[in-house]
């Protein structure tokens, strides 16, 4: 049986098999939580320190240590599976997930297993393109521990072994199987981190580890209802891959059963490289983690009146700014969806609209040159140094007439590179649009003589080269002059 | 209930222990006979709920997020079996498994 | 030439008269630290002998007499200044080895200390050695120790009981007046009745377990052994508290131990008759007899009840705790500590160590609890042992709401026997069926001697509901006083 079909080409499956099945994915995803110390020790959680030496007893697992957990852990669970709309458990029981790895210090991972602290939540995301919103159902959000480092390239035929990381708090947040295409993993996996972002309860970038995900993917006829046999994906580094796996196994599955042959359970690894799943173990391992409850921690009680405090205190999510963005600033669906990408840009948005109450604009001008900025400089809206009510300020010169829409832009340039004010920069760079009503005239008249074809042409009727000779006029007044002001002078000259 | 030889091998294999055939088929002999004596057990039943702990109110106290850790009196060095420039080294891993996901 | 040792005989050996000796100047700590130090010589309490001690160092003990010296003026001295202690080798302790009598552990220093140990200090204890122990606390006569197998005092072809059979030894022997051990089904009371002296456990959560080598974490805790119960109660006093560090460790208000009514006027102690079976040594059975009829004397009333779960305490023993040991020793995998024997790859590391660290007692508890943890197994026992434990500790609930203020039992069903005479495990473990019930309910429980069968010490067990300890050590003084030296003929 060959694992090295890509989702391009197949081998032994049609589109018409492809067709005939449907996917079934359920998603796990492990989130790291924004603590100053680990979850069962006080150790800091502080990326890049040397290799172990955010270490101690406990998450070293020597003989005597104990673990004890950290509040902020439950705080920041509870505010992710809040958020997932879960049901949460007043009373919750740590257990040990038992193996033996190099990585895991104590031989077992404190986790918990058939009494989680949330179950029954779900999650709304866009869907990709037009397609209608879907929610996806939350199975579980529990805590737990994160296992430490190992790295295999750096000595020669040893594996070595960093447990900074050991005791890192984690939450996985598990779904049902209800996502139907790598598209809508996509999109589900797009929503959670937007929420999590929003939430402030973890960087959850992928890329730094934050935040991981495993694929749970089966096929089945379509409008069938039980599942068919599953896989497990692994070592997905990013939503692309995660999606482009999911395909490519999906493909691999259809293949198999459209030949009459069954899938068989196994943990796969995406090879992006390759573009293709391979297995992840030359032999099959027993999983049998023996889970019993955790004997060093009595149970986790969380009263109602932590549970209502925490829900008191959530920002406000994405689903509902995006929703208010639309109804109180007049803005479009696609807009609302770039300033609610992330939080700190919408605050911004919000700031600047406060101040200059025109929401369209600002949108336009938060979304095109703000961004652009920030792209540029490679960096995020918090280190911007044009605070919004400067912004602001820009935007009322232009409206004002006092600043041409591109003359904004150069100031806009300069503003996010100095951190000075628009009024200022406008005067020394000698930007301030021109509207004196007899400067315009002299151009106007000048531009109509060295354009005389030009100019009959729009006084006989064609409208649309109004456009070329206020063009003109700009070139003349080296970009200052007010073109609205130009245009009603030309029109009124020419004879509207 | 009597435990076989390949239960006892694999539960060896589960608790990484190492046991020649010869204890294998010694500890199989024990372990059945232990487990004879447990069969008063079975007379038990599950009424109240398997695994409940008398759930108090009270419930487990957290601690704050705060630091400074557990001072380590010796550094790991100290005790590590075997490090190098900070790292605890074990043998390479023989299977196919990414090192970043649990086995 | 004997060298008086901390014994009962000798009165001036209570902490209470050392540490007053030690305060007024009368006597040095250093001098005690030598008497001690001396007897272990006399009574050979090493390798050579008795091998209770497996580690000590006359130098250290000197530095900490010494330092203790300059606190001495002041309150500051703290409840146990100048007595010399030994601690059970599986409790960590700085700048000792922490070995647990294993050889996986062997040589290694723990880089913290625990708690308990930490207070004994604070409280100006001398820690003079690290005693033996059945490996990782598994066993019931220090015979299973890698380091070889402790002597009963008394003699030499029995044993003292275990699993802390080294410190019970070290006490019994005069080496020091008061030990620690550790109870997970016994260890300590067991010992303790053995040796002829007083064991106490405390409630689950009372004492801290951070620095004690877990076996089973929900049956774990560090119990005291003394020559008196007064000095045990003063020990006990001195390690009790909540800690942070524990998250098991309870919050709960510390008595006074040393306080207590002198009279038994009022007080009910049951007597359970599944501890007085029919086929249990009757000349135990008439020391307990007469033990009761002291209490009596002194104005308790006895009543007879029944803990009718008591059966189901050693398969549901032999199931919880082999589980969660199971668990616990998975950490000693050669990666960051301890003994690594090195084979074909991970995998052969990891069974090459274990296989040659771990001995065959140890060995035998993890394949069990493996195996009652395993798929396909954890309902069949381990959920069951666990509602039956739930119906253990209601036993006791029951008798004591019904006006039972303490239990009294014998501890043991014989007294010390010969050294490799219980070959079959399931024998051995049966020399814990009075001594385990309480481990699983929780409750605090103590050993005092009782008296003598064949020239060997039996001991009485008395049994208190959750953070009762102050009456049962008040019942347990008054009895003791009564007995007089009785109790050791």
């Not at chain 3, 220090?142 to 030499?156: I, M, N, Q, V, W």
């Not at chain 3, 309910?441 to 009782?450: C, E, N, R, V, Y």
Request: with cysteine; net charge negative.
């Amino acid at each position: 049986m060959s694992v090295r079909e890509t989702a391009e080409s197949p081998r032994g499956a049609d589109p018409g098999a492809l067709g005939a099945f449907e996917m079934v994915v359920g998603l796990e995803v492990h989130v790291q939580l924004l603590t100053r110390t680990k979850a069962f020790c006080r150790c800091a959680t502080d990326f890049g320190a040397p290799p172990n030496t955010n270490v101690c007893p406990v998450c070293l697992g020597l003989p005597g240590a104990l673990p004890v957990l950290n509040e902020h852990v439950v705080d920041l669970a509870l505010r992710a599976a809040i958020a997932l709309d879960c049901e949460i458990h007043p009373v919750s029981i740590f257990a040990r997930k038992n193996y033996f790895y190099p990585d895991l210090p104590k031989g077992y991972q404190i986790s918990q297993y058939d009494r989680p602290l949330a179950t029954a939540g779900r999650l709304t995301s866009d869907g990709p393109a037009d397609a209608p919103a879907a929610t996806v159902r939350i199975t579980r959000v529990h805590i737990e521990e994160d296992a430490g480092k190992s790295v295999h390239d750096r000595f020669a035929g040893v594996s070595a072994i960093d447990l900074n990381r050991a005791g890192v708090p984690l939450i996985e947040i598990v779904s049902e199987p209800d996502i139907r295409s790598a598209a809508a993993a996509g999109a589900y996996l797009r929503a959670l981190k937007q929420l999590l972002e929003y939430l402030e309860v973890s960087d959850v970038n992928m890329e730094e580890g934050s935040l991981r995900v495993d694929a749970n993917v089966s096929a089945r006829p379509v409008g069938a209802s039980t599942l068919g046999t599953k896989t497990e994906l692994k070592n997905l580094n990013s939503f692309s891959a995660v999606e482009r796996a999911l395909d490519a196994e999906f493909a691999r599955q259809c293949a198999l059963l459209a030949a009459g042959e069954r899938v068989s359970q196994q943990t796969l690894l995406w090879d992006a490289n390759a573009g293709a799943v391979r297995p992840a173990r030359s032999k099959e391992e027993s999983h049998d983690y023996r889970y019993f409850p955790e004997p060093d921690l009595p149970p986790l009680v969380v009263d109602r009146a932590r549970i209502k405090g925490v829900r008191e205190h959530l920002p406000e999510l994405p689903a509902a700014r995006k929703t208010r963005y639309r109804e109180a600033f007049a803005l479009g669906s696609y807009d609302a969806d770039v300033l609610t990408a992330d939080r700190p840009l919408g605050n911004y948005f919000e700031e600047v609209a406060r101040a200059h109450r025109d929401p369209k604009t600002v949108a336009n001008w938060v979304m095109g040159e703000v961004r652009a900025a920030l792209n540029a400089r490679r960096i995020e809206i918090d280190r911007f140094p044009v605070r919004p009510a400067d912004v602001a300020e820009l935007l009322d010169l232009v409206a004002g007439g006092v600043l041409s829409g591109t003359a904004a832009k150069r100031v806009f340039a300069i503003m996010a590179e100095t951190g000075e004010r628009a009024a200022q920069i406008a005067a020394r760079e000698g930007l301030v649009q021109i509207r004196d009503d007899e400067a315009l005239h002299q151009w106007i008249e000048q531009v109509i003589a060295e354009h005389e074809p030009e100019a009959t042409r729009y006084a006989r009727g064609e409208r649309k080269l109004l456009g070329v000779l206020v063009g003109f006029v700009m070139k003349k007044s080296q970009g200052r002059a007010d073109p609205r002001r130009v245009n009603q002078l030309l029109a009124e000259r020419l004879g509207a | 209930m009597s435990i076989s030889l390949d239960e006892v091998r694999h539960i060896a294999t589960l608790a990484r222990l190492g046991i020649s055939d010869e204890r294998a088929q010694l500890a199989a002999e024990e372990l059945s006979s232990i487990l004879a004596h447990m069969q008063v057990l079975s007379r038990v039943d599950d009424e109240r709920g398997a695994g409940s702990t008398g759930d108090s109110p009270i419930g487990m106290t957290l601690r704050h997020d705060a630091g400074p850790p557990i001072p380590l009196l010796r550094a790991p060095a100290f005790f590590a079996p075997e490090m190098s420039e900070g790292f605890f080294l074990v043998p390479r891993l023989a299977t196919h498994e990414d090192p970043e996901q649990s086995p | 030439m004997t060298t008086a040792g901390f014994g009962s005989s000798s009165p001036e050996g209570t902490v209470a008269a050392l540490r007053a000796s030690v305060i007024s100047g009368q006597r040095s700590p250093r001098d005690i630290v030598d008497r001690s130090f001396a007897r272990a010589a006399e009574v050979r309490a090493g390798a050579d002998g008795l091998n209770a001690i497996l580690w000590s160092d006359v130098d250290a003990a000197h530095r900490e007499a010494a330092a203790l010296e300059s606190r001495l003026d002041g309150p500051h001295a703290g409840q146990l200044a100048g007595i010399p202690i030994v601690v059970k080798d599986n409790i960590a302790t700085a700048g000792s080895p922490t070995t647990c009598g294993s050889r996986i552990l062997a040589g290694y220093h723990s880089p913290f200390e625990a708690t308990a140990v930490t207070c004994l200090r604070d409280a100006g204890a001398i820690i003079v050695g690290k005693t033996n122990l059945d490996e990782f606390a598994m066993g019931s006569s220090t015979e299973f120790s890698a380091f070889g197998r402790t002597k009963h005092p008394l003699d030499p072809r029995l044993v003292p009981g275990g699993s802390s059979g080294g410190s019970a030894a070290a006490v019994a022997a005069g080496i020091t007046p008061v030990a620690l051990g550790s109870e997970t089904g016994g260890s300590v009371r067991q010992p303790a009745a053995f040796c002829g002296i007083v064991g106490v456990k405390p409630t689950y959560g009372r004492v801290s377990r951070f620095g004690l080598v877990a076996f089973a974490s929900s049956l774990d805790q560090i119990g005291v052994f003394g020559v008196t119960v007064a000095d045990a109660a003063t020990v006990l006093q001195t390690i009790a508290g909540r800690d942070p560090l524990d998250a098991t460790s309870v919050e709960a208000p510390l008595p006074n131990y040393a306080e207590y009514p002198h009279t038994l006027r009022g007080v009910v102690i049951g007597k359970p008759r599944e501890y007085f079976p029919e086929q249990l040594d009757p000349r135990i059975a008439d020391l307990c007899e007469r033990a009761l009829d002291r209490c009596r004397a002194l104005g308790a009333t006895v009543r007879d009840v029944s803990l009718p779960h008591t059966e189901l305490a050693i398969p549901v023993y032999y199931i919880v705790a082999p589980a969660e040991a199971s668990s616990n020793l998975a950490r000693f995998d050669g990666v960051r500590y301890g003994l690594r024997v090195t084979d074909d790859g991970l995998r052969g590391m990891y069974e090459a160590t274990r296989s040659n660290g771990f001995g065959p007692e140890v060995t035998r508890r993890i394949l069990l609890g493996t195996y009652v943890l395993s798929a396909g197994y954890y309902d069949a026992y381990y959920t069951k042992a666990m509602r039956a434990r739930q119906l253990i500790a209601s036993d006791f609930d029951a008798a004591f709401n019904s006006g039972v203020d303490v239990l009294f039992t014998p501890t043991t069903p014989t007294t010390a026997f010969a050294a490799g005479s219980r070959s079959d495990p399931y024998e051995m473990y049966l020399s814990d069926i009075f001594t385990v019930t309480a481990n699983l309910a929780g409750i605090p429980a103590l050993s005092l001697p009782i008296g003598r069968v064949d020239g060997l010490p039996v001991g009485g067990q008395l049994l208190a509901p959750h953070f009762g300890e102050q009456r049962m050590l008040g019942v347990a003084q008054l009895l003791e006083h009564s007995l007089g030296a009785e109790a050791h003929r």
